[in-house]
Structures are given as C-alpha cells and as structure tokens.
C-alpha cells in the first residue's frame, strides 16, 4: 500500500515538471526552424509508453479516439488556414461523407446488411482471439523449450481455419525466444526448424517478421535522427534475411507495414521515405502490410462507423503503396471472412466499381488463396468460397464476382500457386505485382 | 503547429485513458497484491516522463519526489504517528532545503552557453517502455 501511494503520487508531480519542461522545449527551441520538435518528441514517447499500459480494450478506445481527434484537428486547421474552402477540398470532403453515409445506410437500413456487418465484426474477433491466445491454445511451454513439430500439429488438429491464424502466432512466439541472444541467426532455417512442414512456412515467416518488427520499431520515433530509423530498418531486413528461407521472405517483410500501422501509425510516413531508398522491393510489402493492418484496426472494426477502404486508397502518398494498401486490406478481409463468402459479395456490390479500376483488391483475394491453399491443403473453405455464387437476380454483381474474385482466383490457385511452389516463391505473393509477369520472368509453370 | 496541437490532444487523451484504466485495474484486481499492477504502470509512465525530461527538470522532479515520499512515510508509516512527530518534520525541511541547494548549485553550474536552461529534454528517444500487447492479428 505504501508503494501504490508513493507512485500514485509522483505520477501528477512527473507530468507537472513534465509539462513545464515542455513549455521551456517550446519557449527555447534548440532549433529555431522547428520550435516544437522537441516538444513534439516528447509528447510521442510519453503517449507511446502510456499506450504500452492499456488493455486491449482501453487501447481500442484510445485508437479511435485518437484517430478521430487528429481527424478534426485537421479540419479546424484546414478551417483556419481557408484550405478547406478550396474547390478541391471540398469536392473531397463531400465525397467522403457521401461514401461514409452511404457505409452506414449500407450496414444499418437493410437487415441482411446488418446481419453481415455482425458476422464480419464476429469473424474479425474471432481472428483476433485465435492469435492473442495463442500460447493457451497451443500450451506453448514459457520456459521457451519448444518441440516446434509437437506445437504446429497441435496448431493443424484445431482444424481448418485456426490453424492458419494459429501458426503465425506460433512463428512469432518461436522467434521471439531468439531475441536477445546474439547473433540471431537461422530461426527457420536451423536444425530445430528443419522438420516444420513445407505448409506452415508462410505464416510461420509471417509470425517471424511480427516478432522482429515488433521488438525494432519501438525503439524509433518519428523524431529519431534519420540515420538511426535507417538503421533500424536496415536491421529488420538484415534480420530476415538471416533467418527466413528462401523465397518466403516477403511473408516476413509484410509483417513490418502491420506493426508499424498499427502501433505507430505516425511513423508509416517515414518508414515509406526511407525504405524507397533501401529497397523498392521491402517497400512494396511494407504497404501491403499496412493494408492487412488497416482491416484490424479498432476504427474500422464497429460495423458501419468507418471505412478502411477509403483510409487504404488515402494513405500512401504513390501508386505502389495505394495498389499494395487495397491489395492487403483484400487479402484480409477475404481471408478473414472466407466462411462467409456473401461478406466479400456485399462488399463488391458497394465498391465494385472501385475495385473495377485496378486489378489491386483482386491481387488480394488471389493471392490470399494462393497462400490459404498452401497452408491448409483441400481447404473445405476455399472449395466452398470458389462455388458460391451471388443471387443472380442482381446480374451486375454476378458479373462482378466472377471478374473480380471467382476468376483470379481459380487462375491463382491453378496456374500462379503451383508455379510458385515449384520456384519456390510463395513469398511473393504477400505484395501486390502482377503474378503471370512473376511467372515470366521464373520461366512458367 | 499542427502536428503540435496533435501530439499534445495524443497525449492528453492517452493521459485520461491511463487514469480509467488504473482505476479499472483497482476494481478488477489480480494476483494477490491488488495495487502491483496499477503500481508498476505508475511506475513505467513515470519513468518514461522522466527520461524526457532535461538535467535541471530532473533535478526539480527529484526534489518534489523525494519530499513527496517523505511524507508519505510519514503519514503511512508506522501507522500515521510518524506525522506527530516534530523531529522527522524538522529533519525533513532541513533535507529538503539542503537539496534544493545542492541543485540550484548543479543547474547554476549546468547552464547552457546563453544562459538558457538544458532543455535537452530526450527529443526523439523511444520511450523504454514494456513491449506493447497483441492487437488483432498480432500476439502479445
């Protein structure tokens, strides 16, 4: 009782100096060209080690709070600036509340909308317990002991479906008994992983790359010298390459745009600049990862509040970011919700002209079919994914359908998967590229 | 003066939410010692406050923390008659004026070239924080 008192009270003595101390950073700036820097940085890092103390439902809370409050932020300062009143900034504004309304009818006027807006938000949380739960569910040892063949056969016998879910969480609890015993070398290609089953190495390269970015990225901010985010960086994809095999590092790189957009959502911007001059390639998955956050994240989970769509064709400031952001946030939400085929159908019938324009949401869905496939070979779900059919009394969205998903997929699944299992390639289909490109360039099927 | 405005709105925000949650921890106690996990939160916060803070900041915090705590003790310790006696009030001002003089030595002597304060204050440096938890696709 005596210790809770002590630091009950030193809490709101700690942030008073801490404020003082911030209107002394901005009154006397160490650099006059950006006074609030410093001030800035230290807002970051104390908000950051906050965050770190919440639940997941409080951080939730905060996600979207925070999100929405830099939301009119923006505004007021658009406002105050006469931005707002530009021809362009409106016809932006307006459309993006006609998109949102249209969102919100979509899910709350009609009760079939409503009754898939709950699925998906029910598919999505029971994603989200699979691999937050993970180590109950395997019995994952916590002295760090781990019989790795024993663990993935307990991962495949919760059927199909978990077990995807479940071997990326045991990939990156398996990398993580690695950390802090340098070098950290051969994680996936050692002798103690030489028995893991050819199925399991997407998603356990996917638990690899989570755990690597997510013990890196906590040690950069926004405000780090540039060369130390380099560094960083450089590191993360050092590591990869010394622990992934052969052709499944994109699965590991991928994970980097999940954690950087989920956790430190105001770093995606620095990261993009910086890895355009590291590797174009890393970059690529970077925003396809991204993309894959955006489907998870607490704003776009409550059914018919907001719309990860629009964040994922806003976010990335070029082409290549915007394809791989569209092409992993389809890549989630089909995966996700491939129980559920008339989800993606409902989705299709709002946005299908969108998603017309390019071949990115399609890439998702063909490639996460790609990859399920391998993981869970005759997959009962993809099988019935790839035979239902919409309501043909709404032609638009039959056509729809076999355009944008049946048909990429079937060509995914028997043309693109087996060429890139045979080049052994899988890697490559966590980023968006065109796949019949790839196969020209390995030398075909 | 926008992304300024942001961070400070971030960081009250994460503040208020930082109170709810410790005041949730205390009604959903766990473990044997109700308040350990709300005192090692205080605690991790604290320090990462700190760590942002310059030389003379730190010393003004330590000086406050350190009367704080005495006085705790005080009233805490040895159930509360520790705040009836004089002698541990006396030696308590006299320690802390001691202190504050022994820091106003160290800041006189730790003045920047213009005589402003060490506003060095950590800028940029990650906070050391436990690593965070699992959301949605990723585990803890």
């Not at chain 1, 994952?140 to 879910?165: C, E, K």
């Not at chain 2, 996990?37 to 991790?44: D, G, L, R, S």
Request: glycine share 8%.
């Amino acid at each position: 009782m005596l210790e809770f008192a002590k630091s009950a009270i030193r809490v709101p003595w700690a942030m008073s100096v801490f404020g003082a101390q911030q209107v002394a950073n901005v009154l006397l700036p160490c650099d006059f060209k950006q006074p609030t820097r410093q001030a800035n940085a230290a807002f970051y890092s104390v908000t950051q080690a906050t965050e770190d103390q919440f639940t997941d439902l409080l951080w939730a809370s905060f996600q979207v709070g925070d999100e929405l409050q830099r939301g009119l932020m923006d505004l007021v300062f658009n406002l105050l600036t006469f931005r707002a009143f530009t021809p362009r900034y409106i016809t932006r504004l307006s459309s993006d509340i006609a998109e949102q309304s249209a969102e919100t009818l979509r899910v709350l006027t009609t009760g079939e909308g409503f009754r898939l807006a709950f699925q998906e938000a029910r598919n999505n949380f029971e994603v989200y317990n699979l691999v937050k739960h993970v180590h109950q569910l395997l019995n994952i040892p916590s002295t760090g002991d781990f019989d790795l063949s024993d663990l993935i056969n307990r991962a495949y016998a919760l059927g199909q479906y978990p077990d995807l879910w479940t071997v990326e969480g045991l990939g990156h609890d398996y990398a993580d008994t690695f950390w802090g015993k340098e070098p950290i070398r051969n994680i996936l290609t050692g002798a103690t992983a030489s028995g893991l089953p050819d199925k399991s190495l997407t998603m356990m390269h996917a638990g690899l790359g989570l755990s690597f970015a997510q013990h890196l990225m906590p040690t950069i901010t926004p405000y780090s010298p540039v060369p130390e985010i380099r560094r960083v960086l450089q590191e993360f994809v050092g590591l990869v390459q010394d622990n992934a095999r052969k052709g499944y590092e994109g699965a590991a790189y991928e994970s980097l745009g999940l954690v950087t957009r989920t956790w430190h959502s105001q770093m995606v911007a620095i990261v993009d600049q910086q890895l355009s001059e590291i590797d174009q390639e890393v970059l690529s998955y970077f925003w396809h990862g991204v993309g894959r956050a955006l489907y998870f994240l607490p704003l776009y989970v409550v059914p018919g509040f907001s719309s990860p769509w629009r964040a994922a064709d806003r976010e990335a400031p070029h082409e290549l970011g915007r394809r791989n952001a569209i092409a992993g946030l389809s890549w989630a939400s089909a995966l996700v919700n491939i129980k559920q085929p008339e989800i993606l159908a409902s989705l299709l019938r709002y946005r299908g002209d969108q998603f017309s324009k390019d071949d990115s949401f399609s890439n998702g869905v063909m490639s996460t079919m790609a990859m399920a496939n391998d993981t869970t070979p005759e997959d009962v779900y993809i099988s019935a994914f790839l035979k239902y059919r919409p309501d043909s009394a709404d032609p638009r969205l039959v056509d729809l359908w076999n355009t944008l998903v049946i048909g990429p997929c079937e060509k995914a699944l028997q043309r693109y998967y087996p060429a890139l299992k045979k080049h052994n390639r899988l890697g490559e289909v966590f980023h968006y590229q065109s796949l019949e490109k790839l196969l020209g360039r390995l030398g075909g099927v | 003066m926008r992304d300024f405005t942001k961070s400070m709105m971030s960081y009250s925000w994460a503040t208020s939410m930082f109170s709810l949650q410790q005041m949730l921890n205390l009604l959903t106690p766990q473990g044997r010692d109700p308040t350990a996990k709300v005192t090692e939160a205080f605690n991790n916060v604290t320090a990462a406050v700190v760590e942002q803070l310059g030389d003379t900041m730190k010393e003004t915090f330590r000086i406050g923390d350190r009367m704080q705590q005495e006085m705790v003790d005080m009233m805490l310790g040895n159930f509360g008659l520790g705040a009836l006696d004089p002698t541990r009030w006396m030696k308590m001002a006299s320690s802390m004026i001691q202190q504050s003089a022994e820091a106003a030595k160290k800041v006189t002597g730790g003045t920047t070239a213009n005589g402003a304060p060490a506003a060095d204050g950590g800028a940029g440096s990650a906070p050391s924080a436990s690593q965070p938890q699992g959301w949605g696709p990723m585990p803890q």
